[in-house]
C-alpha cells in the first residue's frame, strides 16, 4: 500500500512540475526546438534544474544499500544499450520534436481535455497494446 501512495505523490508531483515549467504545451517545446526560428530558452532552465536536482541528489541516493520501498536499484548498464533501445530513443526524439509532447506532459494535459492531447494519449495507448501483443509484456523479441 505504501508504494501505491508514494507512486501518487510522485506522480502528482512530477505533474505538477510538468505544468508549472509549461512542458505540457506543445507550443512551448516546440518553439524551444526551433533553433533556426524564434527560438524559447525558457525549458532549457527547466532541464538545467532536472539536471542539478539529480546530479545533486542521485550521489547521497545511490550510497544507500537499497532504495527505501525496493530490494534493490535497478540501474541501467552499458551491455543494455542495443540496437532497439537506441532505435526506441530516436523515435522517440522524433515523435517529440514533430508534436511538442512525449508521454508524461501528455498524460498530465489530458485533464484539460484538449482534444488533440486526448487524441494523442490514444493514440499512444493503442501504440503500446500493439507492441505488447507483438512483442509480449516485457518487450522481448
Known amino acids: 500500500m505504501s508504494r501505491v501512495i508514494v507512486a501518487l505523490l510522485t506522480g502528482g508531483l512530477f505533474g505538477l512540475g510538468l505544468a508549472v515549467s509549461g512542458m505540457m504545451n506543445p507550443a512551448r517545446v516546440l518553439g524551444f526546438l526551433d533553433f533556426a ?4 530558452p525558457t525549458l532549457a532552465f527547466v532541464m538545467g534544474g532536472a539536471l542539478l536536482v539529480t546530479v545533486t541528489t542521485f550521489r547521497f541516493i545511490l550510497k544507500s544499500p537499497r532504495p527505501l520501498l525496493e530490494e534493490k536499484f ?9 540496437a532497439k533501445l537506441l532505435g526506441g530513443a530516436v523515435l522517440f526524439g522524433v515523435g517529440w520534436g514533430l508534436v511538442g509532447l512525449c508521454p508524461g506532459p501528455a498524460l ?6 484538449v482534444w488533440p492531447i486526448v487524441a494523442f494519449v490514444a493514440a499512444m495507448l493503442v501504440g503500446m497494446l500493439l507492441h505488447a501483443v507483438t512483442f509480449g509484456r516485457s518487450g522481448k523479441t
Do not use: F, M, S, T
Open 37 to 40: 526560428g524564434d527560438w524559447d
Open 74 to 82: 535497478y540501474l541501467p548498464e552499458k551491455g543494455d544499450l542495443d
Open 108 to 113: 498530465v494535459a489530458v485533464v484539460a481535455e
